[in-house]
């Protein structure tokens, strides 16, 4: 394969030039870190399931009508996307605390929410992506209104829709993270979903024994990390050719 010009190399992804103008190429590495990198791994075969599985969401998302950058999945390992102008901030959705929300306020990890809740971070992997309010957003001018007013919509209909749909797979969406790009057409910008949505930026429970099947795994050292990933991909009915 003639090689292609790499552009930007994240800590689980690496985007490449894609085939026409607007396009890139997205792959997914097995590569795992946590606490912005202060722990870092490798979980076999993770890229190809993270593959599938943001392939099968963003198509079903797709078709309800959230505009994403996906365009198709190309190998095991890769998919075409259009180029987007990634606005740097992490949408967090909880449903049920857990994580940095439990600690943080002294909830007990578990609880459901009596509404969703959703949290800005500002992307900066120097100063560890600090959680920041709509002011910041704002002030400094990372979104404007209107592109906050259109994320938080989206966000909103992404977690109604994957709360259901993991739902009936028997998983629970305790909470998850969404990043939007900026995407030009015909010289009319709109909001889109990009990144990827997996069990890396997803927690994932079995919603009657309550194990995990998400990073967590991982980033607490609970071993059969890939068997988690595997065990939502096949519950979607989605696990990848061997
Ligand atoms: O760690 P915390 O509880 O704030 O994470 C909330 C959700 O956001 C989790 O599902 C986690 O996987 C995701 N997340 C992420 N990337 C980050 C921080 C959090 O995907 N940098």
């Avoid at 870190?33 to 190809?48: R, Y």
């Avoid at 992490?90 to 857990?98: G, Q, T, Y």
């Avoid at 459901?112 to 900066?124: D, F, G, Q, V």
């Avoid at 059969?224 to 990933?229: F, L, R």
Wanted: charged residues 30%; glycine residues 8%.
């Amino acid at each position: 394969m003639a090689r292609r010009r790499q552009l930007y190399e994240g800590k689980a992804k690496i985007l490449f030039e894609g085939p026409e103008p607007g396009t890139l190429v997205q792959y997914f590495k097995d590569d795992a870190t946590a606490g912005n990198g202060a722990k870092k791994g490798t979980i076999t075969g993770k890229g190809v399931l993270n593959n599938r599985i943001s392939e099968y969401l963003m198509t079903r998302l797709a078709e309800i009508g959230i505009p994403t950058h996906f365009i198709r999945r190309l190998n095991m390992r890769e998919q075409l996307i259009r180029e987007v102008e990634i606005i740097p901030l992490e949408v967090v959705v909880r449903n049920v605390a857990a994580g940095s929300l439990a600690t943080r306020l002294g909830i007990t990890e578990g609880q459901r929410l009596p509404r969703s809740i959703i949290e800005y971070y500002y992307k900066n992997d120097q100063l560890n992506d600090p959680m920041v309010a709509e002011e910041h957003i704002t002030c400094f001018g990372w979104a404007a209104t209107q592109d906050l007013d259109d994320m938080v919509a989206l966000t909103l209909r992404v977690n109604d829709f994957l709360c259901g749909l993991f739902l009936g797979v028997g998983i629970t969406l305790v909470d998850f993270k969404l990043e939007f790009g900026r995407l030009w057409e015909n010289e009319e910008m709109r909001i889109v979903l990009a990144d990827e949505i997996s069990p890396d930026n997803c927690r994932l429970w079995d919603t009657k024994t309550g194990e995990k099947m998400d990073k967590d795994r991982f980033r607490r050292d609970l071993g059969k990390v890939e068997e988690g990933y595997q065990e939502v991909a096949r519950r979607l009915g989605i696990l990848p050719e061997a």
